[in-house]
């Protein structure tokens, strides 16, 4: 099994920073794309940002210029840098890995909340 463990969530006033991080443990040989995606309440998970094992990365357009992603594959690790939150950016954040060609696992999620 693989499992995936997030933190870094928590309440900032819109404009701040915060910085996710989710670190894969357990049976797997490489761990292939990773990624960011986010869950507001009533609406449905989307993805904010990839990164392939080699450094190509993916954004969506709400993200684009404020969200960074990179990874540290000695560690097996994602991070999600995120600058000039806005209270748009709330939601459940959940890391997602692909551990085998095509067979994907998720972390428990972790909250973001933007609000003054």
């Known amino acids: 099994q693989v499992q995936l463990v997030e933190s870094g969530g928590g309440l900032v006033q819109p404009g701040g920073s915060l910085r996710l991080s989710c670190a894969a443990s357990g049976s797997f040989f490489t761990i292939y794309a990773m990624g960011w995606y986010r869950q507001a309440p009533g609406k449905e998970r989307e993805l904010v940002a990839s990164i392939t094992r080699d450094g190509r990365t993916n954004y969506a357009d709400p993200v684009k210029g404020r969200f960074t992603i990179s990874r540290d594959n000695t560690k097996n690790t994602v991070y999600l840098q995120m600058n000039s939150l806005k209270p748009e950016d709330t939601a459940v954040y959940y890391c997602?890995?692909?551990?085998?060609?095509?067979?994907?696992?998720w972390g428990q999620g972790t909250q973001v909340t933007v609000s003054s």
């Open positions: 997602n890995a692909e551990f085998r060609r095509g067979m994907y696992t």
